[in-house]
């Protein structure tokens, strides 16, 4: 198991419930998308994974260890073994596309010498080779996000987590960055995807868990009935 | 925490955010010269007013004036006797004689002849007596009263009481006004580093979310901050030192009876330490400002 939540429940400082005795295993390899509207407690929960919020009670375990009693001074080292797609794309602007995806490279301390040929691997993966040395703003949103994936995947994760990553996007660029998504799953890499659109759940034969006010609704097989 | 293999990587990044975000620079750098300057200025002038202390409190003596039945050997006796005290930095005799002298030259006026208007010198042998610490003054001084053979003495009283009182609290306060001021321009330094990292908030963000250890995002804001005192700093010791230096020619040929601190090793140590102050309080106003932005 890479992921396990046991009876995980967060109350934020400000007194809002946002999830309620959330109970959940993700298996290495697995798809899976966690589904609900605005509010139900997606983004909290993905949040959890890589420790920007700790639960109010209950347990997580990513990779057999305890986040909740994780020390600070051991955060990056979990956070090493994910990759982060954001909705915004967080590019750092005045940097390149191949700067932005070295970047991940270099805060995690890794060799010059190893840096240039994986940006150029990760970029031919995504699709985005001849772009190297543009900059984030004269790319299309698509293209953009990919070069969020591509600087996600770069430190080679365990586990891949996109939180809306299609958010900001018409249908059909959403559907090539699943496409894209799903193409690094089947190369080993788990991936945890939250999203409110229906639409790009509904064919895709994943592992879907439906959030409602923070407590999961249903935990299923798309294209099943919901 | 820091290796080579990253030192170059720091060092870059410090410069490039230097010169990326130069109005924020500047502002910094602006700041920092003018915490520098006045942090300086208040130094300089309490060391002064340290030195225009010291030269009122040394100039403090005892007068212990002796009775005039004593014979010759009493009189080396109670020299010995004053010296037996604790605290005693000298001891000096003056003869009834030469204390008429030196009260005719007070007078200054040569023509008139005390001793024609009073009929005969009226004053007693007496010990001029110094003490090593200003601060004892009072204390020999009763002693010395105490010991037989002495007719009165006089050391100012009432008068070095309340300068002592003074010069306390002038010290205090002053103490008092550069931790003000050095805490000040910490909160002052904080606040301007805090806009330069606040530009950059998304990239720390970044940087913590794929899993950069703090002190890796911390050294090149690190590096930055010390660039920053320094050039700040220097600018500041740059017209400390000017202003100071003529104020220091042009008084002391116009107003020479002031005492100014112009050795140059106590002033190149002050303006060293203000460099130095420079320099932490970058660090320190990075420290401060940056933790907030850690905590992701
Ligand atoms: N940092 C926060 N402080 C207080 N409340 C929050 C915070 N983040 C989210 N919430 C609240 O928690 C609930 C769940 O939010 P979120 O996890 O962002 O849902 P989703 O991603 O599914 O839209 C919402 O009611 C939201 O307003
Ligand atoms: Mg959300």
């Not at chain 2, 003869?95 to 006026?109: G, H, I, M, P, W």
């Not at chain 2, 010069?167 to 330069?196: N, P, Q, Y």
């Amino acid at each position: 198991m890479l992921v396990q939540f046991y009876n995980v429940s967060k109350v934020y400082p400000n007194g809002v419930k946002a999830l309620n005795d959330i109970s959940l295993k993700v298996d290495r390899g697995e798809f899976i998308f966690l589904m609900g509207s605005s509010g139900a407690g997606k983004s909290t929960l993905v949040k959890m994974l890589f420790r920007e919020e700790v639960p109010t009670r209950g347990q997580i375990f990513v990779a057999s260890r305890s986040i909740v009693r994780m020390k600070r001074s051991e955060v990056p080292q979990l956070r090493r073994n994910m990759g982060i797609v954001f909705q915004d794309f967080k590019l750092l602007e005045n940097k390149t596309i191949a700067e932005n995806i070295a970047f991940a490279m270099k805060v995690v301390g890794s060799k010059s010498k190893d840096i240039r040929p994986r940006v150029t691997e990760v970029i031919q993966m995504v699709g985005l080779k001849g772009k190297e040395n543009s900059f984030p703003g004269q790319l299309s949103g698509g293209e953009q996000q990919r070069v969020g994936i591509a600087r996600a995947i770069v430190n080679r994760p365990l586990l891949l987590i996109a939180d809306e990553p299609s958010g900001n996007l018409d249908m059909d660029t959403a559907r090539d960055i699943m496409d894209l998504l799903y193409d690094i799953n089947r190369k080993g890499t788990t991936v945890v995807m939250a999203t409110h659109a229906w639409e790009l759940v509904k064919n895709a034969r994943k592992r879907v868990v439906t959030l409602e006010a923070g407590r999961i609704l249903s935990d299923i097989y798309s294209p099943e009935s919901l | 925490m820091m290796n080579i293999k990253n030192l170059t990587y720091f060092f870059r990044e410090a410069y490039t955010s230097l010169s990326r975000n130069r109005l924020l620079s500047i502002a910094t750098v602006t700041t920092m010269a003018i915490c520098i300057l006045i942090l300086g200025a208040a130094v300089l002038m309490t060391i002064n007013a340290d030195k225009f202390m010291n030269r009122l409190e040394s100039d403090l003596e005892i007068v212990a004036f002796l009775d005039s039945s004593l014979s010759k050997s009493q009189v080396t006796d109670i020299k010995g006797d004053i010296e037996k005290l604790s605290g005693v930095k000298s001891v000096i005799f003056v003869s009834r004689e030469q204390a008429l002298v030196n009260l005719q030259t007070k007078f200054a006026d040569k023509n008139y002849d005390l001793v024609k208007t009073i009929g005969k010198n009226p004053l007693p042998d007496s010990y001029e007596v110094k003490a090593q610490n200003p601060q004892d003054v009072v204390n020999l001084a009763q002693q010395i009263n105490k010991m037989p053979g002495i007719y009165k003495v006089n050391y100012g009283q009432g008068v070095v009481e309340r300068l002592f009182q003074v010069t306390k609290w002038v010290r205090i306060i002053s103490i008092g006004f550069i931790v003000l001021l050095t805490m000040g321009a910490v909160f002052l330094i904080a606040t301007t580093i805090r806009l330069a990292i606040f530009a950059r908030r998304k990239e720390i963000y970044l940087m913590k979310l794929i899993g950069a250890t703090d002190w890796f995002i911390r050294w090149p804001f690190f590096i930055e901050g010390i660039m920053l005192g320094s050039m700040g700093s220097l600018i500041s010791i740059l017209l400390l030192s000017w202003g100071y230096g003529s104020l220091v020619s042009s008084l002391q040929t116009a107003l020479f009876f002031i005492p100014l601190v112009y050795q140059q090793s106590l002033l190149i140590n002050i303006y060293l330490s203000l460099f130095a102050t420079g320099a932490i309080l970058g660090v320190l106003g990075t420290y401060i400002s940056l933790n907030r932005f850690l905590d992701v």
